[in-house]
């Protein structure tokens, strides 16, 4: 009896699928301006490096 009470308080802390599938959205969205940000510092380095290189 004492194991079904403790099955019952799990399921009852369990969050609803709408608060699981907004904190994958918000990882997603994250993930994406990280990424993006990341692409875009090593091309800026990568250029100027370049140039850098072409003008000496």
């Given amino acids: 009896m004492v194991k079904l009470d403790n099955i019952t308080d ?8 709408d608060a699981v599938d907004k904190k994958i959205s918000d990882a997603k969205l994250s993930q994406i301006i990280w990424t993006t940000t990341s692409v875009l510092a090593i091309v800026s380095i990568a250029s100027g490096i370049i140039i850098k ?3 000496v």
């Fill in 10 to 17: 799990s399921l009852s802390k369990k969050p609803s699928s």
């Fill in 53 to 55: 290189t072409l003008h």
